[in-house]
Antibody, heavy 122, light 110 residues
């Protein structure tokens, strides 16, 4: 059974950079059958696709976040990471990592982490 | 405002049937697959339906999905109080090369 676990700060200051890591257990991040993605949910609102990464390093980003976003994979540590810069209060959300099944057109997130609440505030 | 449109809320009595719609366009639903997720507040989303009509083995057959053109539908039969949750559709947009979610539908079992 695949498990994903987010880690990172719960509070970040405006204009700073958010760094989150998702550790994967019970499966290899180097599998060709999956992408690895991030989804966020502002308090009381719906889900928003952030982006995803393949084991090769190929990435797909939400166009509205692309200029501030970097998602990367570390195969040696079996984890992947998110960096989002120039934070504002609008980036306050629960951030989930999830496994995305190939092909991308299937848009199937089959396993999710428990989520981590990130608050942007001074 | 989400690219995929869902009704904000639906409701029905226990034992009844409810349908939740998801409307998109030719760049997403029509030329990609649709997935559906159930989210109980305070918990992570759970996959209900993938590739338009398929169910993970742990999901009961009370949940079913369909797709036609630029729209998709989730049907839940034999409603139970435990089905109260938010439901989201998801798809891939081939023009944006990005994933999409609907705005979510809150299901109330009266």
């Amino acid at each position: 059974q695949v498990q994903l676990q987010e880690s990172g700060p719960g509070l970040v200051k405006p204009s700073e950079t958010l760094s989150l890591t998702c550790s994967v257990s019970g499966g290899s991040i180097s599998s060709s059958s999956y992408f690895w993605g991030w989804v966020r949910q502002p308090p009381g609102k719906g889900l928003e696709f952030i982006g995803n990464v393949y084991y090769s390093g190929d990435t797909y980003y939400n166009p509205s976040l692309r200029s501030r976003l970097t998602i990367s994979v570390d195969r040696s540590k079996n984890h992947f990471s998110l960096k989002l810069n120039s934070l504002t209060a609008a980036d306050t959300a629960v951030y989930y990592c999830a496994r995305l099944v190939v092909p991308l057109k299937a848009a199937t997130f089959d396993y999710w982490g428990q989520g981590i609440l990130v608050t942007v505030s001074s | 405002q989400s690219v995929l449109t869902q009704p904000p809320s639906v409701s029905a009595a226990p034992g009844q049937k409810v349908t939740i719609s998801c409307s998109g366009s030719s760049s997403n639903i029509e030329n990609s697959y649709v997935s559906w997720y159930q989210q109980v507040p305070g918990t992570a989303p759970k996959l209900l339906i993938y590739e338009n009509i398929k169910r993970p083995s742990r999901i009961p057959d009370r949940f079913s999905g369909s797709k036609s053109g630029t729209s998709a539908t989730l049907v839940i039969t034999g409603l139970q109080t435990g089905d109260e949750a938010d439901y989201y559709c998801g798809s891939w947009d081939t023009s944006l090369s990005a994933g999409l979610f609907g705005g979510g539908t809150k299901l109330t079992v009266l």
